[in-house]
């Protein structure tokens, strides 16, 4: 039987008495793009932090590529391939934007793909430019807009050459010319090849989003949460017709 | 005859095009060239012993810098590295006869050590927290030191050390040349890829992280390489002033180092050697007035913080380079375009 390149298995993670994450089971193959949706604080961002090692679970497993990952640390995770962007964008606010990215291109991941990647600026200003900011490279990240921070994310993210990336709402706060810039960046990288030196595989990703019609468009599956638990999962057109879905976005008799 | 004319054709040119243009380069050209001719024009010891003593402080200064500085860990006990430094050259040198020369980079050992040791235990603390529990330290050491007083002297300190050098002039020049090599290679460590990566865990440790560095080895490499530097200071002190005392672990001697480098600008390496230049002789020369000494310390330190709080080098940049708001290269303040990408300068 072949090894599941993603597996989460009863993932549970609670503050104080607040159950974020509830038992939480599902599958990924290699190259799917997941949507993960859910009203606000249904859990995604917890998900996906349990997934990167930025919080420790309460309990149950998550395998990436037959391997556990629950307890590694989050630097070793990031180095096994799974790359993850922030919700409330973090950029190293003092540092040019080129300095940003350099970092992720120093990991030990992203410099163990031979010699010629060691040129770490030049890497890192393809990455960039795979974002779109390469114009702004020697910008300090503080006079960044929200749209170009939540780019600047994504170079860093893409930067360590996933081969699972965790977006965490790509478009949030993106005018819908960006939100349709980001869509087809994402696209791009999922279909692989060389950016420059940034080599891309096609990385699977689980994308958390409220741009529902967008999300549509990109990604192959859904899974919904609420309070926690798995709400439902399935094709986009699946999660849009069923009534539940519908109930815990709109409340009780929302669909009719 | 004619090779010889042909290099010095050539080492002006590099020196036009590149020092030159910048201010602040020839500041730090005429730094270079005056603290290595000052003996050509000087000799009165008590000059030489302030600009020994100076050099003696920038590298700790710079130290501190480089682990606080950069990566934010704020450690308000630096004195300890200091200490360390000092007290372990001396031990080596009056108990078992190493020269100076063995004893100060094996001081510089055992510094490291201590960094590893006090890095250990606050990998996991930030902030006040941080700056608490590494204060703490030299004076646990303080405390050892005089609970053993048969090997470190108590109060009174090992005293009678032997100096590097006999002679006036030698002294000088191996700590002024220390000085400047380490703090250049201090600025080299911090211009380099982990430079960055040390600047980017003072923004922000957890999405360094996501970005798969692993923060607990750099972490403890600043902690390391910090230790490194001032343990390399300390002994030049002990062994300079011939005496290592409990003087060198004073919660004081931790307070001056962060206040030399955040009057100087945190973050540069050269900042707090030159707020070290500029404050430590000043102290020296205010000495026949005694009881104000530490008044007028505090009144320049304070006025500096109020008007130039990114301290006092990045005001004096400012003033005399612009940034070209297109290609980021520095310019000087007197031009209207960019000398590399002619863009205009506001």
Redesign the interface.
């Known amino acids: 039987m072949a090894v599941p390149f993603l597996e989460v298995e009863a993932l549970t993670k609670s503050f104080g008495g607040l159950r974020a994450v509830d038992n939480v089971h599902f599958r990924m193959e290699q190259k799917e793009i997941v949507g993960l949706i859910g009203p606000n604080g249904a859990g995604k961002t917890t998900l996906l932090r349990l997934l990167t090692g930025i919080l420790k679970p309460d309990s149950g497993s998550v395998r990436f590529k037959g391997k556990q990952i629950i307890g590694m640390k989050t630097w070793d995770i990031v180095n096994l391939g799974v790359a993850c962007t922030f919700q409330n964008m973090r950029p190293f606010r003092r540092l040019p934007i080129i300095a940003n990215v350099m970092v992720s291109c120093l990991s030990p991941r992203a410099m163990k793909r031979g010699e010629w990647v060691k040129v770490v600026e030049a890497k890192a200003m393809d990455a960039l430019e795979f974002a779109g900011i390469s114009d702004m490279a020697l910008e300090k990240a503080s006079t960044l807009s929200q749209g170009d921070l939540k780019r600047l994310e994504v170079a860093r993210a893409v930067a360590t050459e996933p081969d699972l990336l965790l977006l965490d709402e790509p478009f949030g706060g993106l005018s819908p010319a960006e939100t349709d810039l980001m869509a087809k960046s994402i696209r791009r990288l999922h279909k692989g090849g060389r950016f420059g030196r940034l080599h891309s595989e096609g990385p699977a990703m689980i994308i958390v989003e409220h741009k529902l019609q967008q999300l549509m468009k990109i990604v192959d599956r859904i899974i919904v949460l609420n309070f926690g638990t798995l709400l439902a999962e399935g094709t986009p057109e699946e999660v849009v017709n069923n009534p539940r879905v519908i109930e815990a976005y709109l409340g009780q008799g929302g669909g009719q | 005859m004619v090779n010889a004319g042909f290099y010095l054709k050539r080492f002006y040119t590099i020196v036009r095009g590149e020092v030159l243009v910048l201010p602040s380069r020839i500041i730090v050209a005429l730094f270079f060239i005056i603290l290595l001719g000052l003996p050509l024009v000087s000799q009165n010891p008590y000059l030489i012993r302030v600009v020994i003593l100076t050099s003696i402080f920038a590298i700790l200064a710079a130290s501190w810098d480089l682990l606080s500085g950069f990566t934010g860990q704020m450690n308000f006990g630096h004195a300890l590295f200091f200490g360390v430094g000092a007290y372990t050259s001396a031990l080596l040198n009056i108990h078992l006869q190493i020269s100076p020369w063995g004893g100060v980079p094996l001081g510089a050992v055992a510094a490291v050590l201590a960094g590893l040791i006090v890095g250990i235990p606050c990998l996991r603390l930030k902030g006040t927290y941080l700056a608490l529990t590494t204060m703490a330290f030299p004076i646990i050491l303080m405390g050892i030191v005089f609970a053993l007083p048969d090997l470190t002297g108590g109060e009174l300190g090992i005293s009678g050390l032997r100096r590097l050098s006999n002679s006036l002039l030698g002294n000088y020049y191996i700590h002024v040349v220390a000085m400047l090599t380490l703090c250049t290679i201090m600025w080299k460590i911090t211009d380099s890829?982990t430079g960055?990566?040390f600047?980017?865990i003072r923004?922000?440790e957890?999405?360094?992280?996501?970005?798969?560095?692993?923060?607990?080895r750099y972490k403890l490499l600043a902690f390391c390489l910090s230790g490194l530097f001032a343990g390399l200071s300390g002994g030049l002190y002990a062994h300079y002033m011939r005496i290592a005392g409990p003087s060198t672990l004073e919660v004081s001697m931790s307070f001056s180092v962060v206040i030399w480098a955040v009057f100087g600008g945190l973050a540069t390496i050269y900042g707090p050697v030159a707020a070290v230049f500029i404050l430590f002789p000043l102290l020296e020369f205010v000495r026949f007035w005694p009881e104000y000494r530490a008044l007028i310390f505090a009144v320049i330190v304070l006025i500096i913080l109020l008007y130039m709080p990114e301290g006092l080098i990045h005001w004096v940049r400012d003033k005399i380079e612009k940034e070209c708001p297109r290609?980021?290269i520095r310019n000087v303040a007197t031009r209207n375009t960019c000398r590399i990408c002619t863009a205009a300068l506001d």
């Open positions: 890829h960055i990566i600047h980017a923004e922000d957890l999405a360094v992280r996501a970005s798969g560095i692993n923060t607990t290609c980021k």
